[in-house]
Every structure is written in structure tokens, then in C-alpha cells.
């Protein structure tokens, strides 16, 4: 682990272990900035911000300082100890709880891979290939177990490196009952079957929520484009 240091990020000192290349950047506001101001949008203090494949806790960190409850979920137990000491570094224990899993479509187990040959970085994802054994449950076991009452559920986001349609099958009754402002980050280069998977987003999901002015075929030119930007905000109908 490397030594502790700290960034002065919008008015607030944030202390850190690790990649200090990393929070140089986001120092300097060149680490999803969009991202930041949604949070700084959107989060209510006493309400939950949901954290799904919250890496080595960055965005945790920050809606936890705006004054919310936070759950970070990350499955990769190479950024385990650097997440954790990120939290507590920064006083932030009482309001972040982070669970070391992987949220998909089931409870059980999957195969967690990086192809950038290195656990520990952002691009860990489930795969079928053989990999490391890590344990799968959905975001409503998450809502049930830790007793959220969904209602103080003011932002959920969600970057999960390819698993984002099996956590929308798996969490499919509880968006359509409950419908949580959602920030989403597709990756389709990741989809196993890409056809299905992308109309099968577009379907459940745009019932419940409004797609920034998206129809589906703006929708998949949009996946389909490996430049473009694969990220929505989704507002509930």
C-alpha cells in the first residue's frame, strides 16, 4: 500500500492510498467531471446513493462527503484494501458500507477476469472464461438484506464492465416498483449476445424511464459507435 496523500478536489481535501496518477487527474477534473456534477445534483444528505462497481471508492468518497448513505459494491478483492483504507482515511466508515460481491441476475458464483492483465485496475468484469471465483447476488438482495428503504434512494449508478443486463434482469421488478433515478454505463463490446442484450436494455428500461431523448435506433447507432458515449442518465417516467 502506498502512502497516504491527498488532493484538494471542489472545496473539499480528499486523502487517499494508491494510484496517485489517478487522483491527480481527478484533481484536475480530467476523471469523469459529468459524473461529479450529477452527484453533486442529484445527492440529498441523509438519502442512499447505491455505489454499483464502485472500484477503489472515488465516487463513494465524494457523495458520502455531499451528506449521503452510501453502498459500494465491488467484487475485485485485488482494490479491497485500498478501497477500504480510502474510506477510512477520509473519516467516512459510519456512512459508507462497502460489500464484496458482484451484483448480476442471481445469487451465486462467477468467473471474474481482467483483460488488461492486471486485477486491482477498473476493467474487471464477469466472464465465462476461467478466471477468479467471486460471489454474485442482485441489487434486490442487496435493497432486502441491508433493509433499504427504497424510497431514500436518491441516485444509483451503475458501471459493472458488461454485467449491466444481467443486474437489470436481476433488479428487473424492483426498478419497475420502485424506479430510482439510475446513472448507467454500457459496455457493449463486453455483451455475449449483442442483439438481444441491447434490446433487451432498451425494452425494460425505457418503460420505466426516459432515455435523454433516445429512441431505439438513436440507442443502438449509439452502442454500436465505439466512440461514442455509452453513459445515460435515466429519469423515471
Not at 502512502?3 to 484536475?28: D, H, L, P, S
Not at 478501497?83 to 458464483?109: F, M, P, R, V
Not at 485496475?121 to 466472464?127: A, C
Not at 448507467?184 to 426516459?210: C, G, K, R
Amino acid at each position: 500500500m502506498n502512502q497516504i496523500c491527498k488532493i484538494n478536489f471542489r472545496g473539499r481535501t480528499i486523502k487517499y492510498c494508491g494510484n496517485n496518477q489517478f487522483w491527480e487527474r481527478v484533481a484536475a477534473e480530467m476523471w469523469e467531471s459529468d459524473t461529479f456534477n450529477l452527484l453533486e445534483k442529484q445527492i440529498i444528505a441523509g438519502k442512499i446513493f447505491i455505489d454499483c462497481g464502485a472500484w477503489n471508492g472515488v465516487l463513494s468518497i465524494y457523495a458520502a462527503m455531499l451528506g449521503a448513505r452510501v453502498y459500494a459494491i465491488e467484487p475485485d478483492a485485488a482494490i479491497w484494501n485500498e478501497l477500504e483504507c480510502n474510506i477510512h482515511e477520509n473519516g467516512l466508515q459510519d456512512l459508507i458500507t462497502w460489500k464484496s460481491y458482484a451484483l448480476s441476475d442471481k445469487k451465486g458464483t462467477a468467473q471474474l477476469v481482467n483483460d488488461y492483465g492486471n486485477f486491482g485496475n477498473s476493467g474487471s468484469k464477469l466472464s465465462t472464461s476461467t478466471g477468479k471465483t467471486v460471489t454474485t447476488n442482485t441489487l434486490s438482495f442487496l435493497i432486502e438484506d441491508e433493509k433499504i428503504n427504497a424510497a431514500d434512494i436518491c441516485l444509483i449508478k451503475i458501471d459493472v464492465e458488461g454485467s449491466e443486463i444481467a443486474l437489470i434482469r436481476g433488479a428487473k421488478y424492483f426498478l419497475q416498483t420502485y424506479r430510482p433515478l439510475i446513472n448507467i454505463s454500457f459496455h457493449p463490446a463486453y455483451f455475449e449476445n449483442f442483439d438481444e442484450d441491447i434490446l433487451y436494455a432498451y425494452n425494460t428500461l425505457s418503460e420505466i424511464y426516459v432515455f435523454e431523448g433516445s429512441n431505439f435506433e438513436d440507442f443502438v447507432q449509439r452502442m454500436m459507435n465505439p466512440l461514442a458515449d455509452h453513459n445515460f442518465t435515466l429519469i423515471p417516467k
